[in-house]
């Protein structure tokens, strides 16, 4: 199961990192982001003891941080709390590329 999960993430942001078109004001999934968002919180709390669930989870954040920034202001504080934990709980360098992204939109 968790490989499965981990490749959806994958393809999450995969469409996120896509980015923007020439002129465009709002990322192109940003709906998508906010429509699954609860799903994507929910798998903090279920799926943070599984390593290789918490590095895609990050990988993700990392990519809406970069791609959607400011936009996502509101579930920047989560991010941040949820990446400094699974640090402290896997010690992998994903949840720490997250911070850095984050940290460039704050």
Aim: hydrophobic content about 55%.
């Amino acid at each position: 199961m968790a490989s499965v999960l981990e490749s959806a993430l994958n393809v999450i942001a995969g469409v996120v990192e896509y980015g923007f078109g020439e002129g465009r004001h709002v990322h192109p999934a940003l709906r998508m982001l906010q429509e699954i968002w609860p799903c994507l919180e929910s798998l903090t709390i279920t799926w943070a003891a599984d390593g290789i669930v918490a590095t895609a989870l990050c990988n993700l954040w990392g990519s809406v941080a970069n791609k959607v920034g400011i936009s996502i202001s509101e579930v920047l504080p989560g991010i941040i709390a949820a990446a400094s934990s699974m640090f402290k709980f896997h010690r992998v360098a994903a949840p720490l590329a997250c911070l850095s992204k984050v940290c460039r939109v704050l």
